[in-house]
């Protein structure tokens, strides 16, 4: 129903930005929620940011991301600044989907980001 792909991926410097992208289609019309998830090498996938009613973040990349969207083209971004090595990871973009039709989760395909000098 819903089909999502990121893509600005890539390797970057300690201290350097990358702006990831995450262009939706199928039914847009469904979709709650929109957020980007990570999973760094031998961890578990966790939360980066979310846009909601507003948005959220966890410590770890509040103040130097920012996610946003663009209604208009069906895409969110994730502006990532002040990258540092624990920041290197898969990156995945998520949609929820209102309640009314059906509450389910969509992912994406993901996209490496490497930050090492």
Avoid: H
């Avoid at 201290?15 to 992208?21: A, I, K, P, Y």
């Avoid at 663009?70 to 624990?86: F, G, H, R, W």
């Amino acid at each position: 129903q819903v089909q999502l792909v990121e893509s600005g991926g890539g390797s970057v410097q300690p201290g350097g930005s990358l702006r990831l992208s995450c262009a939706a289609s199928g039914n847009i019309a469904s979709i709650n929620t929109m957020a980007w998830y990570r999973q760094p090498p031998g961890k578990e996938r966790e939360f980066v940011a979310i846009s909601a009613v507003g948005t959220n973040y966890p410590d770890s990349t509040k103040g130097r991301f920012t996610i946003s969207r663009d209604n208009a083209k069906n895409t969110v971004y994730l502006q990532m600044n002040s990258l540092n090595p624990e920041d290197t990871a898969v990156y995945y973009c998520n949609a929820k989907a209102k309640l009314s039709w059906g509450g389910m989760s969509y992912w994406g395909k993901g996209t490496l980001v490497t930050v090492s000098s």
